[in-house]
């Protein structure tokens, strides 16, 4: 939605919302109603982590402290669609992530007087210290997930030759490289873990995907051979990587979502 906020001092802008579509029940019912003290918007796509079996949604959104709204990140409980507030942002927050147990492991912050970046870490039994700054006068680094091993903290940082990915390491700070031919322009992550397992490329009109686990190139290869030549996206995939809804635009048939058994 495009509008300016009611009782809220903000610029006119996109304003994107949350809805919960139960599939049993069809249905529709939006989420962030009940935040306290809070808008009933949302900053960033989503987030799911698997919890004692059972998925839960975590969101950022606006809250209020004192009158100016923060970046903050509510849980979700699926079953009432009602939030609650996890953690509390500065004004200086910008972005979260939460880790494979459902807890808050890292934030963003930037300071847009020095122009400076940093990622803050929060261990299990302690608080947040800041374990990386960098000067971004232009071109801040992102969050964009968790690392291979579903602990690290994937980063997106803007170098001499591009962007390129980074894993902090969330006990001792330190950068990880990459190896040099993950240069995808999205990650895949686990949908259980949140750990994440490949890349996503546009190259040209194609997409193409890279893929750490054999078994998982496995699959992926063979979806593709069940749709030659048409352009196949991703979209979802069982545990067992043997049910699998991808998006298909086929040069005959048009764009349509398959399951693929």
Known sequence: VTAVPRDVEAKRAEWAMAFDLDLRTRKLRPLMKDAKDSMNTIQDAPEVRMIGGQPVVFLQGIHFVN????????????????????????????D??????????????????????S?????????????????????????????????????EVETSGGSGWK?????????????SDLDGQQPVHDPDTGALIGQH?????????VFFDPKDAKAWAMVLKAYPGDRVQLAAWSRDRQRIVVRVDSKTAGPAYSLVD
């Open 119 to 155: 990622l803050l870490v929060k261990p299990a039994n302690g608080g947040w210290r800041e374990i990386q700054r960098l000067a971004a006068p232009t071109e801040r680094p992102g969050l964009r997930g968790l690392g291979r091993d579903g602990k690290s903290v994937l980063v």
């Open 167 to 179: 894993e902090v390491s969330p006990e001792s700070g330190s950068w990880t490289e990459l190896p």
């Open 201 to 209: 490329s546009l190259v040209g009109d194609d997409d193409r995907y």
């Open 96 to 117: 979260w992530l939460v880790g494979m147990d459902g807890h808050a492991i890292a934030q963003a912050r930037y300071f847009d007087k020095g122009g400076t970046w």
């Open 67 to 94: 009158r100016e709204g923060v970046l903050s990140l509510f849980q979700i409980n699926l079953d009432r669609a009602s939030s609650k507030l996890v953690e509390t942002g500065t004004r200086d927050t910008r």
